[in-house]
């Protein structure tokens, strides 16, 4: 088979971390062809998508154990790259779109353009329509037994009232990334006033604001989920003086399990994903409670595989392989 992966430019990637890399590794160690592209490489020729495909071969990493624990330990020269060739994406039998957030307008334009790739051929994960869909806070408001209490809005005062009647929230940026933005509220805080002000640009664009939920400082839960089910996780635990979990501001990933009421969410969510076409995504679970759901380009394989001996994009492949059957 032949992999296509819609990615950030390649020399930024981290293989040790990077879920992206990992199953392009995955499908490269089953005997499939993984080809790269970027987002601004795409086109529509004769009412078909199209794009410059680059061959690309990978030394997998290695899990070496150091002081304090293993981790994944890539060469420097991990990939190396063919010749690029304007091809019908049609040519490939799957095709990822792993480009990372924000969604601005020209991410939209690509989704637009993978709209014309023939599913009857071609699979494309997720589906572009899914991702248009999905904003990675909003999209998870339709759950509403699973979510926190929750509001969106641009008005300082709306916002005032709900974190005053909670006494802590946690607001979030529609567009953000990585937790990029998110910012802890309380009602007393003598910036509180500004810091909606520069987060809302002046009342002109709405934001996620939740109740702050204290078993944030145990962890957010990343749960991994194929098809609309899950098949691993990993917890990310504040460190130092972040109250934010993310592995990109620091966090420390550590093993964990699926609880009786992760599963429930699951159950929730899964149904949901499948109807929209969001076959590989991300969900992030605080104390009990969903609090997103990522579609973009979810992370976790790598930290997952480490903690628990598995290897979670062989069977992201391997589900790729029987679909296509």
């Not at 620091?250 to 159950?267: F, N, P, V």
């Not at 899964?270 to 969903?290: H, M, N, Q, S, T």
Request: charged letters at 25%; glycine letters at 8%; one cysteine or more.
């Amino acid at each position: 088979m032949k992999f296509a992966f819609i990615i950030d430019p390649v020399a930024r990637l981290d293989p040790s971390h990077d879920t992206s890399v990992a199953i392009m590794e995955a499908a490269q160690t089953l005997g499939h062809e993984v080809y790269i592209t970027q987002a601004n490489q795409l086109g529509v020729i004769r009412g078909r998508a199209y794009a410059w495909l680059q061959p690309i071969t990978m030394k997998p990493v290695v899990l070496r154990a150091f002081p304090g624990g293993s981790r994944w330990v890539s060469e420097p020269d991990w990939y190396q790259l063919g010749e690029s060739k304007w091809c019908p994406l049609e040519a490939m039998d799957a095709v990822f779109m792993r480009s990372d957030p924000p969604v601005t307008v020209p991410y939209l334009y690509v989704t637009y353009i993978l709209d014309y790739i023939d599913r009857s051929i071609t699979q494309v994960i997720n589906s572009p329509s899914g991702l248009r869909a999905a904003n990675e806070k909003m999209y998870a408001l339709q759950f509403a037994d699973a979510i926190p209490e929750t509001i969106v809005s641009a008005d300082k005062q709306i916002i005032r009232e709900a974190v005053e009647r909670w006494g802590a929230g946690v607001l979030k940026p529609l567009g953000g990334k990585a937790g990029e933005g998110i910012l802890f509220l309380e009602g007393g805080d003598r910036n509180f006033n500004s810091m909606i002000e520069v987060s809302t640009h002046q009342g002109k664009e709405p934001v996620m604001v939740q109740t702050y939920l204290p078993e944030a400082k145990d962890g957010d839960k990343r749960v991994i989920l194929l098809n609309g089910e899950p098949i691993g996780a990993v917890n990310r635990v504040p460190t130092g003086q972040e109250f934010r979990g993310n592995m990109a501001v620091g966090g420390r990933s550590d093993k964990t399990a699926l609880t009786e009421r992760d599963l429930e969410i699951c159950q929730q969510v899964g149904p949901v994903l499948r109807r929209d076409g969001l076959i590989f995504v991300g969900i992030d679970i605080i104390g009990g409670y969903l609090t997103e759901v990522n579609v973009t380009s979810p992370t976790g394989i790598r930290e997952i595989d480490r903690l628990d001996d598995v290897r979670l994009a062989h069977q992201v492949v391997d589900w790729i392989e029987k679909a296509a059957q």
